[in-house]
């Protein structure tokens, strides 16, 4: 069967579509799929395209919002506004700001897990500012318990098993919102433009993120204000460097028995 997203399912998180099982006894059933549907999406400055990322089509707004801060673009006080065009190759999100976008391009497509696609050298790389913060502890029981709530807390998830979660908890552990994404960076974007979208701060909470823990994921928190960040999987090197450049907490492989502190053990409190 050869299909593709029809124009009605752009603005749609999944879609199901027939299957087959096959039992190693030799059973073949038919079984309807659900499938978290991926999709080109143009972020436009103006007339200016900027970057084209693939990424799940629903919080695209939110998305738009979040790349622009997380990636230097503009602050979320010089965003004027949103708006997303349906075309036939996809989704396009022109942003309007109140400057001029930089001069710095990024044309090359976005695959779902890349973050640093149509960089064209190193001195291009985005690298967020280090900023004096006050430190944060952070309560193993609020990490409990964030862990506990995240799997009923992503419906897109629970149905297809394809996509990342990014969620913001608050200082006991409570998840305040969630975004999913078949990309890691455009769940914890989405995630970051829908906070900002509502006027609210990092404060106390923190960040759990169901991916891996890469440079870009604590460059993008830190630009939000996050002083920790909990991670279901290990972070690579360079980011428990730039957690360490930007003094933040880093809690990773978490399960429900444990976590394992990259940075800022001493900030960890048992209750």
């Known amino acids: 069967m050869t299909w593709r997203i029809a124009r009605w399912e752009l603005r749609m998180s999944r879609v ?12 073949q059933l038919p079984q309807p799929r659900d499938i978290a549907i991926e999709t080109a999406v143009n972020v436009v400055y103006g007339d200016r395209p900027y970057a084209v990322m693939m990424a799940t089509p629903n919080d695209v707004e939110d998305f738009a ?27 396009e999100a022109v942003v309007t700001l109140s400057v001029e976008a930089p001069v710095r391009e990024r044309n090359v497509t976005g695959r779902t897990g890349c973050g640093l696609c149509g960089v064209a050298s190193f001195d291009d790389m985005p690298r967020a500012d ?32 394809s996509v990342h979660a ?14 999913e994404d078949v990309g890691r960076h455009c769940a914890l974007d989405k995630l970051i433009g829908a906070r900002l979208r509502a006027g609210q701060g990092a404060g106390d909470g923190f960040l759990l993120l169901t991916s891996r ?8 928190a830190v630009v939000y204000g996050a002083r ?25 492989v978490a399960r429900h028995d444990g976590v394992l502190a990259f940075h800022g053990a001493e900030r960890v409190r048992r209750v």
């Open 16 to 27: 199901e579509l027939p299957a087959v099982s096959f039992s190693f006894d030799g059973v």
């Open 65 to 91: 919002v979040g790349f622009t801060v997380t990636e230097g673009v503009a602050d979320f006080a010089q965003i004027l506004g949103v708006k997303v065009n349906e075309l036939e190759a996809g989704l």
């Open 130 to 161: 280090v900023v004096e913060r006050a430190t944060t502890p952070v309560s193993l029981a609020a990490v409990k318990r964030a862990l506990s709530s995240l799997e009923g807390a992503q419906p897109l998830n629970g149905r297809t098993r």
């Open 166 to 179: 990014a969620a913001w908890c608050s200082a006991d552990g409570t998840i305040e919102v969630l975004r």
């Open 213 to 220: 823990c890469s440079y870009e994921l604590v460059d993008k």
């Open 228 to 252: 920790t960040i909990v991670c279901i999987s290990a972070p690579t090197s360079y980011a428990i460097e730039r957690a360490q450049v930007h003094d933040v907490t880093l809690l990773a």
